[in-house]
């Protein structure tokens, strides 16, 4: 065997060598991870969750991310997080609360830095920055990157509405024509049922609001009327 031979060969050991080295915290951080999914999936599925499992599934996030902290990972951690915090309004003190508020917060900073590409988790950062500190500038820039990065999702809609309708006031006038143009997008497409955008108009300005992005939108006005109508019928009854 040559010398070129030989030297290749041991470079292969190496290379097996660094790719376990590297490869061993991320499979321990993913089994970590697969400790959790039990309640994730139940947060996701909107069933009732208790407070121990909870903390057990937090438990095993935060083992994941030490062994393998990659944006994913934080992803991840957040999504529980914020479930939890949901979920558990009465069974979690406020202060428990907060705090996985804040690292909620952190996670969803440092997991878009490195996966920017996740609409989701940027309407869930939106989220968590308006139940920390109500409606805000800062709950702007998120709010718009999930609209650039997930417009078409239809399950994010009503949740992406409200927050525009509690932050417009913080918009610039081109962020208004952005969002404007996407409001008109998803009235449109929501031919099926819109009785959710009149769920979400809890004041005169919210109505307002919306009659004003719809103005050149043909038959939303009338629309917009009986679907209002409907929904104080409803709430009569």
Same mark, same amino acid.
Not at 27 to 33: I, K, L, N, T, V
Not at 47 to 75: F, G, W
Not at 109 to 119: C, H, K, N, T, Y
Not at 217 to 224: C, F, K, T
């Given at each position: 065997?040559?010398?070129?031979?030989?030297?290749?060969?041991?470079?292969?050991?190496?290379?097996?060598?660094?790719?376990?080295?590297?490869?061993?915290?991320?499979?321990?951080?993913?089994?970590?991870?697969?400790?959790?999914?039990?309640?994730?999936?139940?947060?996701?599925?909107?069933?009732?969750?208790?407070?121990?499992?909870?903390?057990?599934?937090?438990?095993?996030?935060?083992?994941?991310?030490?062994?393998?902290?990659?944006?994913?990972?934080?992803?991840?951690?957040? %999504?529980?997080?914020? /479930?939890?915090?949901?979920?558990?309004?009465? *069974?979690?003190?406020?202060?428990?609360? @907060?705090?996985? &508020? $804040?690292?909620?917060?952190?996670?969803?900073?440092?997991?878009?830095?490195?996966?920017?590409?996740?609409?989701?988790?940027?309407?869930?950062?939106?989220?968590?920055?308006?139940?920390?500190?109500?409606?805000?500038?800062?709950?702007?820039?998120?709010?718009?990157?999930?609209?650039?990065?997930?417009?078409?999702?239809?399950?994010?809609?009503?949740?992406?509405?409200?927050?525009?309708?509690?932050?417009?006031?913080?918009?610039?006038?081109?962020?208004?024509?952005?969002?404007?143009?996407?409001?008109?997008?998803?009235? %449109?497409?929501?031919? /099926?049922?819109?009785?959710?955008?009149?769920? *979400?108009?809890?004041?005169?300005?919210? @109505?307002?609001? &919306? $009659?004003?992005?719809?103005?050149?939108?043909?038959?939303?006005?009338?629309?917009?009327?009986?679907?209002?109508?409907?929904?104080?019928?409803?709430?009569?009854?």
């Amino acid at each position: 065997m040559s010398v070129v031979h030989r030297l290749l060969r041991g470079l292969l050991g190496v290379g097996g060598a660094l790719v376990t080295f590297y490869a061993w915290p991320v499979a321990w951080g993913a089994w970590y991870a697969l400790q959790a999914e039990t309640v994730v999936s139940r947060l996701r599925e909107n069933q009732p969750v208790n407070l121990p499992d909870t903390l057990a599934a937090i438990d095993a996030y935060d083992a994941a991310i030490r062994m393998d902290p990659s944006a994913l990972r934080h992803l991840g951690r957040s %999504e529980l997080l914020f /479930g939890a915090v949901l979920a558990l309004n009465w *069974a979690a003190p406020d202060s428990q609360r @907060e705090q996985w &508020l $804040r690292t909620a917060e952190s996670d969803l900073e440092v997991g878009l830095a490195g996966a920017p590409a996740r609409g989701i988790a940027w309407l869930r950062l939106a989220a968590v920055r308006q139940v920390l500190d109500g409606p805000s500038p800062s709950v702007v820039p998120p709010l718009l990157m999930s609209i650039d990065t997930a417009p078409v999702i239809p399950s994010l809609w009503p949740v992406r509405f409200n927050l525009i309708l509690q932050n417009w006031r913080f918009l610039s006038d081109q962020q208004r024509h952005v969002v404007e143009a996407y409001v008109v997008m998803t009235w %449109e497409q929501s031919t /099926g049922d819109r009785r959710w955008f009149a769920a *979400a108009l809890q004041t005169p300005g919210d @109505e307002l609001f &919306l $009659r004003y992005v719809l103005a050149n939108v043909i038959g939303a006005q009338d629309e917009l009327t009986l679907l209002l109508e409907a929904q104080r019928k409803s709430r009569r009854k």
